[in-house]
Nanobody
Framework: QVHLMESGGGLVQAGGSLRLSCGASGRTFSSYSMGWFRQAPGKDREFVATISRGGANTNYADSVKGRFTISRDNAKNTVYLQMRSLKPEDTAVYYC??????????????????WGQGTQVTVSS
């Protein structure tokens, strides 16, 4: 089992940047493919980005391609989401998620096994 905790959310003006972090407990962080999702009020949770266990493969939602970058540091049990050129429509609670998958696999659906509690990102216009 793994426990996830997001941090780094906050209020930022449109065009600004934020970096989210998600720390994981346990010694097997490198066994998990990781994902970032977000959920705006009244909307379903949606995929943002995912990264494979070793970081070799990534995938992004079309809405964030070229603006967001997912990365991980397995030595620190942490996955990051660097967000640039933020837009008001990026406003949401952001969640990280973990799932045990083969080495280079990524997952873009919500079928993850473990979820963090979320961190609020608000982008003002």
């Amino acid at each position: 089992q793994v426990h996830l905790m997001e941090s780094g959310g906050g209020l930022v003006q449109a065009g600004g940047s934020l970096r989210l972090s998600c720390g994981a407990s346990g010694r097997t962080f490198s066994s998990y493919s990781m994902g970032w999702f977000r959920q705006a009020p009244g909307k379903d949770r949606e995929f943002v980005a995912t990264i494979s266990r070793g970081g070799a493969n990534t995938n992004y939602a079309d809405s964030v391609k070229g603006r967001f970058t997912i990365s991980r540091d397995n030595a620190k049990n942490t996955v990051y989401l660097q967000m640039r050129s933020l837009k008001p429509e990026d406003t949401a609670v952001y969640y990280c998620a973990a799932k045990t998958l083969p080495l280079n696999m990524v997952l873009t659906t919500t079928m993850y096994d473990y979820w963090g509690q979320g961190t609020q990102v608000t982008v003002s216009s």
